[in-house]
Every structure is written in structure tokens, then in C-alpha cells.
């Protein structure tokens, strides 16, 4: 069965760095787009960052682009993400996701099918 | 940058129907999903590309498109849909994704 496991958050000091993985299991990974979500807590789902299958391309979410990188690693099936220059507002459960192809006679349309359940990433002095 | 704007909450009555609506400039062009999130849990898919439903989920489970606007309907409403729904979509370039600021439905 499809599997997502994320690892790597903890408690990091204003400023610094923390790398997230998520390891997949149960699907052919590097046929699948992968996205990072994140929550607040208390608050709503935000879309974080995708890569495509190859790892060529990627893209982020206003409140983390520039400081943070998503890559692949298709030999491991795992994705991550890294995460520098943290702020207090980054502390959430950060979700890896996978993302699926619907196709159809009017345009494919892509949605999130599987999520891990989160790591937690708490940022603090 | 790129909003979905849903109603922070709804109550309905079990046996009632359930609206939600998410509105967003870029819906014309681009599908809609729906993810349902219950306390301490990972989001679940119950409506992709506006109006398709996964497999295991109940057929209650609508979904809706009407120019800037997609709707998740939930009929005959049961205790146990009583979550946090948020709408999914992407901005007109299509490599951005968003989501919604989430509706809390009470089931009352």
C-alpha cells in the first residue's frame, strides 16, 4: 500500500536551517509529482512546494520562496525539503503529498491522493 | 498572489444538505478539489477536478462548478462530517498550487 513518511522536524532557533525527508513506499515514485503542505497550528492547509517527476522543476509557495528548496531523490524514493533562514511563522506539521493525474476528455486535472501524517517543525528560541 | 476564499464556517442540522463554496478568479480555467481534515489527522481527497469522487467516498459527496465559484455539497449530513473542508486549485499559470482558508462544518 502507498506510504509517506516524513522525518527531520524538531526545534530549531530563529534563523537557522532543518532538512525535511518524506520516504515513499508502495508506488512507482518517480512516475509521481511530490508536494510539501504545511499547517500552522490552529490554522489552514498551505501549499508549500512541488517538484515534478524528473526534479527539474520546481515551485514554492510566496512564504518560503527563497528560502527553502525542494528536491528528489528517485534512486530512494524519498523528497525533501529544505528549509533555511527559519521564522518563527514556519513553526507547523509539514505534509509530503502525492500528487495524481485525473485525465479527461475536457483537460487532465491533478489532486493530492496520499499524505504522510506530518512532521512538526517548531520554531523558537 | 492567487486566493481561494471559503466562509470560515457552516451548521447544519443532521439529514440537512451542506454548502460549501470556494471562489477564486483562476476556477474558470482550473479545476477545483476538496480535502476533508478531522482533528489530529492528514487531509482526505472527497472531490477532485470540480465533480469526480474517489472510490470510498460516500456518494453524499458532491461537487460543483459555476464560473469563479466551486461548491462542495454534502447531503444528508451525518455527525461524522463534521471536519475542516478546504478547496484546492492552482493559479492560471498552472504550476502554483493554493488552497482555501478552510471551513469548519458543524454538525449541530
Known amino acids: 500500500q502507498v506510504q509517506l513518511v516524513e522525518s527531520g522536524g524538531g526545534v530549531v532557533q530563529p534563523g537557522g536551517s532543518l532538512r525535511l525527508s518524506c520516504a515513499a513506499s508502495g508506488f512507482t515514485f518517480s512516475s509521481h509529482v511530490m508536494h510539501w503542505v504545511r499547517q500552522a497550528p490552529g490554522k489552514g492547509l498551505e501549499w508549500v512546494a512541488v517538484i515534478w517527476t524528473d526534479g527539474r522543476n520546481k515551485y514554492y509557495g510566496d512564504s518560503v520562496k527563497g528560502r527553502s528548496t525542494i528536491s528528489r531523490d528517485n534512486s530512494k524514493d524519498s523528497v525533501y525539503l529544505q528549509m533555511d533562514s527559519l521564522r518563527a511563522e514556519d513553526t507547523a506539521v509539514y505534509y509530503c503529498?502525492?500528487?495524481?493525474?485525473?485525465?479527461?476528455?475536457?483537460?487532465?486535472?491533478?489532486?493530492?491522493?496520499?499524505w504522510g501524517q506530518g512532521t512538526l517543525v517548531t520554531v523558537s528560541s | 498572489s492567487y486566493e481561494l476564499t471559503q466562509p470560515p464556517s457552516v451548521s447544519v442540522s443532521p439529514g440537512q444538505t451542506a454548502r460549501i463554496t470556494c471562489s477564486g478568479d483562476?476556477?474558470?480555467?482550473?479545476?477545483g478539489n476538496w480535502y476533508q481534515q478531522k482533528p489530529g489527522q492528514a487531509p482526505v481527497v472527497v472531490i477532485y477536478?470540480?465533480?469526480e469522487r474517489p472510490s470510498g467516498i460516500p456518494e453524499r459527496f458532491s461537487g460543483s462548478s459555476s464560473g469563479t465559484t466551486v461548491t462542495l455539497t454534502i447531503n444528508e449530513v451525518q455527525a461524522e462530517d463534521e471536519a475542516d473542508y478546504y478547496c484546492?486549485?492552482?493559479?492560471?499559470?498552472?504550476?502554483?498550487?493554493?488552497f482555501g482558508g478552510g471551513t469548519k462544518l458543524t454538525v449541530l
Open positions: 484546492q486549485s492552482a493559479d492560471s499559470s498552472g504550476n502554483n498550487r493554493v
Open positions: 477536478k470540480d465533480i
Open positions: 503529498a502525492r500528487e495524481r493525474v485525473a485525465p479527461g476528455p475536457y483537460g487532465s486535472g491533478t489532486y493530492l491522493d496520499y
Open positions: 483562476a476556477l474558470p480555467k482550473q479545476y
